[in-house]
């Protein structure tokens, strides 16, 4: 006896998880009903079974249309349902129903029917008054708590009532289809965002660009869900900075709020595909597609080899750095950093110019540019100096290349230094000046294409510095920049952005 007491709770605990195994069923409890009741139920029951499918258009009180029912009584109690009604518009079978009432009979169905779910949602109820009506051969349903005396037909199933619930739930069928595929497209939508995020690229800009606005990206936050731009309304208007927040649909990114002025509004950037514009590494991804953007257009957003907008000069916004120097700077600017690619070109044209005969290889090596306003006549020149070595390396000097180029302004932000008109030699007590022209041009094609070069503020202050600095950069390939500094402190704090 000792023994089974103590395997008594094993017991009920494994035949609980034998009953947690099988399928849930639904069981009303037993109800009050009068022997007369009880009478009146069994001839409907009796009604009910022998008919094959019944509907019932049902309205719960707070909802907006009609529900089609369609019951099918078996016997012991069981009808299968199946309605317009979404979650409930799959053959739900073998459900419960039971007779109840004093004196009149009442009909109950299952709480984890349509009827349930309607009642806890829309006011509607589980239980009905149930009254048959001998000359329309059909019931009537009146709710049986009294809320209202609205009386709803329980009839045979005809034709017309089995299209209107087929319309129904093909409706649900069609909305359940429309859903998966939204969240098919916004599973998309956050992997093309992943992506994008994740990529790459020592492309010189970082922007956001279709055909009427262009922005750049100053950060893209996938954790605060923000994205920070700076932008222009117009190219003579001061800078604007933003900060909006984002969130993902199948269609796109939708900002909020929406960035608008004028009649430019982006409220939703549609996405398209990864973009791969990267020759020296076609397998890598420097942007993405924007299929469009509000009613701003089509366009791009990534990486990318030219600026979102003229750097203007902040005291006077019609003027942009290139007009500046093109037109104004009185003075010079002097090499001093060169981007990753870039210095793979300065390094082989400085080894050709330490080659050269009795210069010094590890002599100093600069570029200055003068511009065309410069008041001397080293005007429109591209100066390149080193140091040299006499004969005997008893003392060292230094030789320039005057090379006299075009320099003009192409427009916008962009300036033209390709084209080499002639080669003016400095004066020098340390032999004849070699013609480097030839070189220089192969040097120039490629920091300066004749596309033309990009003319950006760098701001000092990215450094821990102050003022600013000017870079040249590739409009085919923005790697390839090269950093010059002011000739003149008075120049260190202009404002170009």
């Not at 034709?159 to 497209?185: F, G």
């Not at 290349?401 to 230094?417: S, T």
């Not at 033309?452 to 950069?473: D, K």
Request: net charge negative; charged share 20%.
């Amino acid at each position: 006896m000792r023994r089974m007491n103590l395997y008594f709770p094993v017991l009920v605990a494994l035949l609980a998880l034998l009953t947690g195994c099988n399928k849930e069923t639904t069981l009303l409890p037993p109800r009050e009903i009068s022997e007369e009741v009880q009478v009146i139920a069994d001839r409907y029951n009796e009604i009910l079974t022998s008919t094959d499918k019944w509907v019932l258009a049902y309205k719960p009180e707070n909802y907006e249309d009609s529900v089609y029912i369609q019951l099918q009584f078996a016997e012991e109690g069981k009808v299968d349902v199946l309605s317009g009604y979404r979650d409930f518009h799959t053959l739900q079978s073998a459900t419960v129903y039971t007779f109840e009432g004093k004196y009149i009979p009442i009909i109950t169905f299952a709480d984890n029917t349509v009827f349930g779910t309607l009642a806890d949602l829309y006011n509607g109820s589980a239980k009905f008054k149930i009254n048959y009506i001998e000359e329309g051969e059909y019931f009537e349903f009146v709710r049986s708590d009294g809320y209202d005396d609205d009386a709803f037909r329980l009839i045979k199933m005809n034709a017309s009532y089995e299209e209107k619930l087929t319309n129904q739930i093909d409706a649900i069928l069609a909305q359940i289809a429309y859903e998966e595929e939204q969240a098919r497209l916004s599973a998309e939508v956050r992997q093309k965002v992943k992506d994008f995020v994740e990529i790459e690229s020592d492309f010189y800009f970082y922007n956001l660009t279709v055909d009427d606005f262009s922005a750049a990206i100053n950060s893209f936050d996938t954790t605060a869900r923000t994205i920070s731009l700076t932008y222009k309304e117009t190219s003579t208007s001061a800078p604007t900075d933003v900060t909006v927040g984002y969130t993902l649909t199948a269609e796109g990114i939708v900002l909020n709020p929406a960035i608008a002025y004028g009649a430019v509004s982006i409220d939703v950037i549609a996405l398209g595909d990864l973009q791969y514009e990267d020759p020296d590494s076609p397998t890598a991804a420097t942007s993405i597609e924007i299929v469009s953007a509000g009613n701003a257009g089509a366009g791009v957003m990534g990486y990318a080899h030219t600026a979102p907008y003229p750097y203007t000069r902040a005291t006077d916004r019609s003027q942009t750095l290139a007009d500046y120097f093109v037109n104004e700077y009185p003075s010079s600017v002097e090499s001093r950093r060169f981007g990753s690619k870039a210095t793979v070109y300065m390094e082989d044209f400085r080894g050709y110019i330490r080659s050269l005969p009795n210069f010094n290889p590890s002599g100093r090596h600069v570029y200055i540019i003068y511009a065309p306003n410069y008041t001397s006549s080293l005007r429109n020149l591209f100066w390149v100096g080193s140091s040299r070595r006499v004969d005997s390396d008893a003392a060292y000097g230094s030789m320039g290349f005057n090379l006299r180029v075009n320099i003009q302004g192409l427009g916008g932000n962009r300036m033209d230094m390709n084209e080499i008109i002639q080669q003016t030699n400095s004066t020098s007590t340390y032999g004849p000046v070699p013609d480097i022209s030839e070189r220089t041009q192969e040097y120039l094609d490629q920091i300066t294409p004749a596309a033309g070069v990009t003319l950006v503020p760098y701001n000092m202050a990215n450094e821990g510095s102050s003022g600013y600095r000017l870079r040249l950069v590739s409009t085919v390939d923005s790697r390839v920049w090269v950093e010059f500094s002011w000739s003149s402190s008075t120049y260190y704090n202009m404002v170009f952005n």
